[in-house]
């Protein structure tokens, strides 16, 4: 499985991105989606997650609120929609995709594939 994520940029503070990850995949629809981010000098970190059927969705406690978690399972592709973002969210996003257990979601060793990570800036 190979994961493309885009969207990424840079954004002033308050404003708004998109996000995107395509799977190359006919059984993207059997696997839990995750976003996590990785800022200079920190280490990698969980940001949100959706179960395999759409139905649940998960978010660290500095994005709930703010950044919403979906998915398209016709387009085998997953998205991070994030609003009213601050300058402590600049970092690499990746995204990701594993079977695991739903209660591992917040875990990246859960996850099989990684994509390449999106940059995404935001400037105060």
């Known amino acids: 499985v190979q994961l493309q994520a885009s969207g990424g940029g840079l954004v002033q503070a308050g404003g708004s991105l998109r996000l995107s990850c395509a799977a190359s995949t006919s059984t993207f629809s059997n696997y839990n989606m995750g976003w996590f981010r990785q800022a200079p000098g920190k280490e990698r970190e969980f940001v949100a997650a959706i179960r395999w059927n759409g139905g649940i969705t998960d978010y660290a406690n500095s994005v709930k609120g703010r950044f919403t978690i979906s998915r398209d399972n016709a387009k085998n592709t997953a998205y991070l929609q994030m609003n009213s973002l601050k300058p402590e969210d600049t970092a690499v996003y990746y995204c990701?995709?594993?079977?695991?257990?739903?209660?591992?979601?917040?875990?990246?060793?859960?996850?099989?594939?990684w994509g390449q990570g999106t940059q995404v800036t935001v400037s105060s």
């Open positions: 990701t995709c594993g079977r695991q257990a739903w209660g591992s979601r917040t875990s990246d060793v859960g996850y099989y594939y």
